[in-house]
C-alpha cells in the first residue's frame, strides 16, 4: 500500500476514521472537563509565602474555631468568637492603620418573612488604604463565622473566615490602596443576621463594593456564584486568581428563583428603599426580600457535596487532610488574588464607586484557568449580528448550490431528498428521554442523590443511541449519498441553532438572563461548519455523491430514463467506480462500471466522496468541540450543584429533566455524522444505556460515605398557656419532629425505640417535596434545662397594640409567632439593652417576631401594632416560643452548656447508617406557650 492509499484509507470519510476522529474528539472534551475540575495542588512553602500567605496558619486556626457546631446560640460561639477576636488583636498589634472592633451594634430589619430585633456582635476589621485614598473607596469583604447546631462548619464557613484573617495579616505587611473592611459577621445561619448588623455600623457608609464568602457544599472548588458588576468579575479573571471557576448561569439560577436559599450577598445587595409598588425587597421567586446596602458586589461559595452541607460530616475530619487543605488553600487564592485586585485599584478611580457601572454582564470560565466577561449589550449585539449575517450568507451559499444541482438534475423532490431526518431524529430523542425521565420518578427519584454517574451514563447513552440509530436506519431505508446526508444534517443542525439563538435573545433582552453564551457561540460553529459543507459541495468535492436514478430490471419508465445523464456526456458520473485504489501508475482517467442499485434505485459513487479527505475533518472539528464543551461545563455544574439538592426540598424532576436536556445538546453536534458510526458501536453503547438505566433505577438511592439522606429534626415542648402577668408555663408534652422524603424518612421513624407503641402522625412540610412525622415521646425523651422553660407574658394594651414579655434559660433566642394577624410595626428592648429598637414593617406585614440577644438568659420586651381595621373585636391568637441549639452531651461534652436532648441521642444512635442528621430549624429544641388577647 502506498502512502496515497494509506491517508485515504485513514482519512476518508468512512466508518472508521470518522469514528476514531468522533470518539477522539469527545474523549478529549470530557477529559478536559475532568482534569480542569480537580483541585489544583498546593503551592510549596515558598511560593505560599511569596503569595503572602500561610496554609499551615489557616489550618491551624480552621482547626480550633471548626472542632465542635457554635451556632449563634451557643457558648461554643462565644469561644470562636474569642479566639477569632484575639488572632486579629495579634496581627494588628503595631501596625496603627489596622482597627479591630468588638462590634456590638443592634439592628432591626425585616426579610419579608419575619420582623428581626437582633443585637450584633460582629468582628469588624479596617486596613486603612494608603495615604490619599478616600474612604468612600473601601472595599467590604465578608464572611460569618457562625454554624448551624448540627455541623462543624468547615466548609460553612470555617473555610472563609480563616482566609479573611490570613488576608488581615497579608495586608499588616502590604497596605492596599484602597480602605479594607471584613466583616466576620455572627447569626447569619439563623437569618443573615450579621450583614443587617454590619448595614447599621457607621463603617457600612465608607463601603460601595463587597465581596460574600461562603459555603454551600462540602469543599471542592470555590465557585463564583454571582456578581452585578463588570469591574468586581474582572478581579477575578486568571490575572488576579490563578484557577477561577465562574458561570454566569447560576447567577441566572438565583434571579430567576432556581435557587431559593440566600447568603449575605443578597442583604449587601439588596435595595435600600421599598419598591414604589410598597413591595420591601425583591420578587416573590427569590429567597430574600428584605431591603439591603444598595452595593456591587460578587458572591464566591463551596458548592459540591451538597449532602454533608449542614451535617456533622462538613468537617476536616469528613473531608481528609488533603482534600481540606486543597479546598482552603483554592479559598485563600481567591480571598488574596480577587481581594488585593479591588483593593490596588488605580488613583483614577478616586473618589468613584469602584462598580459604578450597574450593567449587566455575561461571564464563564474556560478550562479554569480563563474567566471570560464582558458587558451584556456586546452579547447582544453578537447575537444580533448572528442572526442577520449567518442566514445572508447561507441563503446566498444555497442559491449557488441549488443552481449548480438544478442544471445537473431537474428534478427538485430529488434534491430535496435526505432533509428532514434530523428533525425526526430529534423528536425520537426527546419523545424517548420524557419516557426515561417518567421512569426515574416513578422508580427512583433519588437514585441520583448517590448515583451521579449511573444517571449521566443512562441519558448520554440514550442521547447517542436515538440519535445514530434513526439516522442510520433513515439512511438504510432510503440512503442518500454521504455528501448530501451530512450537509443536509449541517444545515439542520444550524436552522435548530438559529432558532435557539431568536429565543436566547428574546430573554436575554427581556429579561437580562445572562448566561446564553453558549447558544451563541454554538451557533457560529454551526454557521462555519455549514459554510463549509457549501464550499465543498460547490467545489465539486461532494458531487460525486450525486444519485443516479437506474431503470428497473424489468424496463425504464419514461421519467426514470429522461431522469439519468448519458454516461459518455459526463466523465465524473456517481455511477463510477474505481476498480483499485489509486497509486503512481493509475490513470488519471480510471475505469467505471456500472454498480448495482440500491434498494431506492440509487447509485452513489462513495469513492469519489472517500477522497475529500479534508472537508469532513474540518466540518467535525466547527461543529463538535465548542459546544460539547460549553454544554458538558453547565452540565457538570448541574450535576455536582444539584444532583443532592432533592433531599433539602423539591421536586426530583427539577434535576432529571435539565439533565436529559443537556446530554440531548451534547450529543446533537455528532448528528451529521452519526450515520458512519458502526453498528458495533451501536451495541456497546446499548448494553451501556441497559446497565447503567437498571442500575440506576434498582440501586438504593443512598450510601454510608458521601451521599447519606439528610433527616431534619426538631424537639418540640408545649407549654401551658400564657396570661398577662409573668410567670413560667407549665410543662405538657414533648414531641419529636423528623422530615425527610417520603418513603425513606418512615424507615428512618420505625429504627426508633421512642416510636414503638406510638401513634406516629403524618403531614406536610413546610418545604415541597417533604413530609414530616412526629410523636408524643416518654419523659426520659424530654429535653431538659436548667431552670425553667421560659418566663412570658402578653397583654392586649388597645385594639391594635400588644405588649409581651419574654425571656429563657440558658438561651438568647425567642420568638413571637402571630396566627390571625399582621404585624405592621413593633419596637424592642432586652434587659441589658435597655434602649427601643422600633421598625416600620411592610404594607404585607409579618406573622413572626425574632428576637435575639448576645446575653445569656437575656429578657425581651416587645411593643407590636396590628394591621388592618375592626381589630378591636378581633381576638390576638399565637405563641411565644425560645429555642436552644447547643446539646449538651454529644457535641458540646458534658457540662459545656447547652440543653441535653435524649432524642437526638437516640436519633443518632439508631437511624441507618445511610442516613445523617441534620437541623430543620433555629433551634433544636423550642419550647412553645400558646396565647390568647
Known amino acids: 500500500m502506498g502512502v496515497a492509499s494509506a491517508l485515504l484509507a485513514t482519512f476518508s470519510f468512512r466508518t472508521l476514521p470518522v469514528t476514531v476522529f468522533a470518539f477522539l474528539l469527545y474523549a478529549a472534551v470530557f477529559i478536559t472537563l475532568e482534569v480542569t475540575d480537580q483541585l489544583a495542588p498546593i503551592p510549596d512553602a515558598g511560593k505560599q509565602r511569596d503569595?503572602?500567605?500561610?496554609?499551615?496558619?489557616?489550618?491551624?486556626?480552621?482547626?480550633?474555631?471548626?472542632?465542635?457546631?457554635?451556632?449563634?446560640?451557643?457558648?461554643?460561639?462565644?469561644?470562636?468568637?474569642?479566639?477569632?477576636?484575639?488572632?486579629?488583636?495579634?496581627?494588628?498589634?503595631?501596625?496603627?492603620?489596622?482597627?479591630?472592633?468588638?462590634?456590638?451594634?443592634?439592628?432591626?430589619?425585616?426579610?419579608?418573612?419575619?420582623?428581626?430585633?437582633?443585637?450584633?456582635?460582629?468582628?469588624?476589621?479596617?486596613?486603612?488604604?494608603?495615604?490619599?485614598?478616600?474612604?468612600g473607596n473601601a472595599i467590604l469583604f465578608s464572611a460569618h463565622f457562625d454554624s448551624v447546631a448540627t455541623s462543624p462548619g468547615a466548609t460553612d464557613d470555617g473555610m472563609s473566615v480563616v482566609s479573611l484573617v490570613q488576608m488581615v495579616d497579608h495586608l499588616s505587611k502590604n497596605r492596599p490602596r484602597r480602605t479594607f473592611i471584613a466583616n466576620i459577621n455572627n447569626g447569619e445561619e439563623d437569618g443573615l443576621n450579621g450583614a443587617h448588623s454590619y448595614l447599621a455600623h457607621p463603617w457600612a457608609n465608607l463601603t460601595k463594593t463587597f465581596v460574600n464568602f461562603e459555603g454551600a457544599g462540602s469543599g471542592g472548588r470555590p465557585f463564583l456564584f454571582r456578581a452585578n458588576s463588570l469591574p468586581i468579575l474582572r478581579a477575578f479573571t486568571n490575572v488576579n486568581v490563578p484557577h477561577p471557576h465562574a458561570y454566569a448561569l447560576s447567577a441566572d439560577a438565583f434571579a430567576q428563583g432556581v435557587i431559593r436559599s440566600e447568603t449575605d450577598y443578597a442583604v449587601y445587595s439588596g435595595p435600600r428603599k421599598p419598591s414604589l409598588s410598597g413591595e420591601v425587597g425583591a420578587a416573590d421567586h427569590t429567597g430574600y426580600r428584605g431591603l439591603g446596602g444598595g452595593m456591587r458586589g460578587a458572591d464566591v461559595a463551596f458548592y459540591q457535596n451538597r449532602a454533608r452541607y449542614h451535617t456533622p460530616e462538613d468537617s476536616i475530619r469528613a473531608m481528609g487532610r488533603e482534600g481540606s487543605q486543597r479546598a482552603l488553600w483554592a479559598m485563600m487564592e481567591v480571598v488574596r488574588g480577587a481581594g488585593s485586585a479591588l483593593l490596588g485599584a488605580s488613583e483614577n478611580s478616586l473618589g468613584e464607586d469602584v462598580v459604578g457601572n450597574a450593567e449587566p454582564s455575561t461571564y464563564f470560565e474556560l478550562f479554569a484557568a480563563y474567566l471570560i466577561a464582558f458587558p451584556l449589550r456586546t452579547l447582544m449585539?453578537?447575537?444580533?449580528?448572528?442572526?442577520?449575517?449567518?442566514?445572508?450568507?447561507?441563503?446566498?451559499?444555497?442559491?449557488?448550490?441549488?443552481?449548480?444541482?438544478?442544471?445537473?438534475?431537474?428534478?427538485?423532490?430529488?434534491?430535496?431528498?435526505?432533509?428532514?431526518?434530523?428533525?425526526?431524529?430529534?423528536?425520537?430523542?426527546?419523545?424517548?428521554?420524557?419516557?426515561?425521565?417518567?421512569?426515574?420518578?416513578?422508580?427512583?427519584?433519588?437514585?441520583?442523590?448517590?448515583?451521579?454517574?449511573?444517571?449521566?451514563?443512562?441519558?448520554?447513552?440514550?442521547?447517542?443511541?436515538?440519535?445514530?440509530?434513526?439516522l442510520s436506519l433513515a439512511q438504510y431505508l432510503r440512503p442518500v449519498p454521504p455528501a448530501k446526508q451530512k450537509f443536509a444534517v449541517l444545515l439542520e443542525v444550524y436552522l435548530l441553532t438559529w432558532a435557539l439563538l431568536v429565543a436566547s435573545t428574546v430573554v436575554t433582552g427581556g429579561m437580562n438572563v445572562t448566561g446564553l453564551y453558549w447558544v451563541g457561540a454554538w451557533n457560529a460553529s454551526a454557521f462555519i461548519?455549514?459554510?463549509?459543507?457549501?464550499?465543498?459541495?460547490?467545489?465539486?468535492?461532494?458531487?460525486?455523491?450525486?444519485?443516479?436514478?437506474?431503470?428497473?430490471?424489468?424496463?425504464?419508465?419514461?421519467?426514470?430514463?429522461?431522469?439519468?445523464?448519458?454516461?459518455?456526456?459526463?466523465?465524473?458520473?456517481p455511477d463510477r467506480d474505481d476498480d483499485e485504489d489509486p497509486t503512481e501508475r493509475t490513470p488519471l482517467i480510471g475505469r467505471w462500471r456500472r454498480r448495482k442499485a440500491a434498494p431506492a434505485a440509487v447509485v452513489a459513487d462513495e469513492k469519489a466522496q472517500d477522497r475529500a479527505v479534508l472537508w469532513w475533518i474540518l466540518e467535525m472539528l466547527f461543529s463538535i468541540p465548542v459546544p460539547v464543551y460549553l454544554i458538558g461545563c453547565i452540565a457538570r455544574l448541574w450535576v455536582q450543584s444539584m444532583a443532592q439538592?432533592?433531599?433539602?426540598?423539591?421536586?426530583?424532576?427539577?434535576?432529571?429533566?435539565?439533565?436529559?436536556?443537556?446530554?440531548?445538546?451534547?450529543?446533537?453536534?455528532?448528528?451529521?455524522?452519526?450515520?458512519?458510526?458502526?453498528?458495533?458501536?451501536?451495541?456497546?453503547?446499548?448494553?451501556?444505556?441497559?446497565?447503567?438505566?437498571?442500575?440506576?433505577?434498582?440501586?438504593?438511592?443512598?450510601?454510608?460515605?458521601?451521599?447519606?439522606?439528610k433527616v431534619f429534626f426538631q424537639s418540640r415542648v408545649k407549654l401551658s398557656n400564657i396570661t398577662d402577668t409573668a410567670g413560667a408555663p407549665a410543662f405538657v408534652r414533648a414531641t419529636t419532629q423528623l422530615t425527610g422524603v417520603p418513603g425513606y424518612i418512615e424507615r428512618v421513624v420505625r429504627e426508633l425505640p421512642s416510636t414503638s407503641g406510638k401513634g406516629v402522625l403524618w403531614h406536610g412540610a413546610s418545604r415541597p417535596g417533604l413530609i414530616t412525622q412526629s410523636w408524643e415521646v416518654e419523659p426520659r425523651y424530654v429535653p431538659s434545662v436548667k431552670g425553667e422553660w421560659l418566663n412570658a407574658s402578653a397583654t392586649r394594651v388597645n385594639a391594635t397594640t400588644a405588649h409581651f414579655h419574654i425571656s429563657g434559660s440558658d438561651t438568647r433566642a425567642c420568638r413571637i409567632?402571630?396566627?390571625?394577624?399582621?404585624?405592621?410595626?413593633?419596637r424592642a428592648r432586652s434587659t441589658e439593652e435597655k434602649e427601643w429598637k422600633e421598625l416600620e414593617v411592610s404594607q404585607e406585614g409579618v406573622r413572626t417576631v425574632a428576637l435575639w440577644s448576645r446575653f445569656w438568659g437575656d429578657a425581651f420586651d416587645v411593643d407590636v401594632t396590628f394591621a388592618g381595621e375592626g381589630l378591636g373585636e378581633k381576638h390576638v391568637q399565637g405563641r411565644v416560643a425560645c429555642m436552644w441549639a447547643e446539646v449538651d452531651g454529644v457535641w458540646a461534652g458534658k457540662g459545656k452548656g447547652g440543653v441535653r436532648i435524649p432524642a437526638l441521642e437516640e436519633l443518632l444512635a439508631f437511624m441507618p447508617e445511610w442516613a445523617i442528621v441534620t437541623k430543620w430549624d433555629t433551634g433544636l429544641v423550642e419550647a412553645q406557650s400558646d396565647f390568647l388577647l
Not at 479591630?100 to 439592628?107: A, F, L, N, Q, R
Not at 426515574?440 to 445514530?468: C, D, E, G, Q, W
Not at 409567632?817 to 413593633?826: A, C, E, G, I
Request: no cysteine; aromatic share 12%.
Open 381 to 470: 449585539a453578537i447575537f444580533i449580528v448572528l442572526l442577520v449575517v449567518g442566514p445572508v450568507i447561507a441563503v446566498i451559499l444555497g442559491f449557488f448550490m441549488y443552481r449548480q444541482t438544478h442544471t445537473q438534475n431537474a428534478r427538485w423532490a430529488t434534491n430535496l431528498k435526505g432533509y428532514g431526518r434530523f428533525w425526526l431524529a430529534l423528536l425520537i430523542t426527546i419523545g424517548l428521554h420524557v419516557a426515561l425521565v417518567v421512569g426515574y420518578l416513578k422508580l427512583n427519584p433519588y437514585t441520583i442523590h448517590a448515583n451521579s454517574i449511573a444517571v449521566v451514563l443512562s441519558v448520554l447513552s440514550l442521547s447517542y443511541l436515538t440519535f445514530t440509530l434513526s
Open 645 to 709: 439538592t432533592v433531599p433539602d426540598g423539591g421536586w426530583a424532576g427539577i434535576i432529571y429533566i435539565p439533565l436529559s436536556l443537556l446530554s440531548i445538546l451534547v450529543l446533537l453536534p455528532l448528528a451529521p455524522f452519526a450515520y458512519k458510526l458502526p453498528g458495533k458501536l451501536n451495541t456497546l453503547i446499548l448494553v451501556i444505556f441497559i446497565a447503567s438505566t437498571a442500575y440506576a433505577w434498582l440501586i438504593w438511592p443512598f450510601n454510608t460515605s458521601d451521599s447519606r439522606l
Open 529 to 573: 461548519a455549514l459554510v463549509w459543507g457549501s464550499i465543498e459541495s460547490l467545489a465539486g468535492k461532494g458531487h460525486g455523491g450525486r444519485e443516479i436514478i437506474l431503470p428497473p430490471p424489468n424496463g425504464p419508465d419514461d421519467e426514470a430514463a429522461h431522469s439519468a445523464p448519458p454516461p459518455a456526456e459526463d466523465p465524473h458520473r
Open 51 to 135: 503569595f503572602g500567605l500561610s496554609l499551615t496558619e489557616a489550618y491551624d486556626d480552621l482547626h480550633a474555631i471548626t472542632s465542635r457546631p457554635h451556632p449563634f446560640n451557643s457558648r461554643q460561639n462565644d469561644q470562636v468568637r474569642s479566639y477569632l477576636y484575639q488572632r486579629l488583636n495579634d496581627i494588628a498589634r503595631d501596625h496603627d492603620f489596622i482597627h479591630v472592633v468588638d462590634d456590638h451594634t443592634t439592628s432591626t430589619h425585616v426579610d419579608g418573612l419575619q420582623a428581626v430585633y437582633f443585637q450584633g456582635n460582629n468582628i469588624i476589621v479596617k486596613v486603612d488604604g494608603s495615604e490619599g485614598y478616600a474612604d
Open 817 to 826: 409567632y402571630f396566627d390571625n394577624l399582621d404585624v405592621s410595626s413593633f
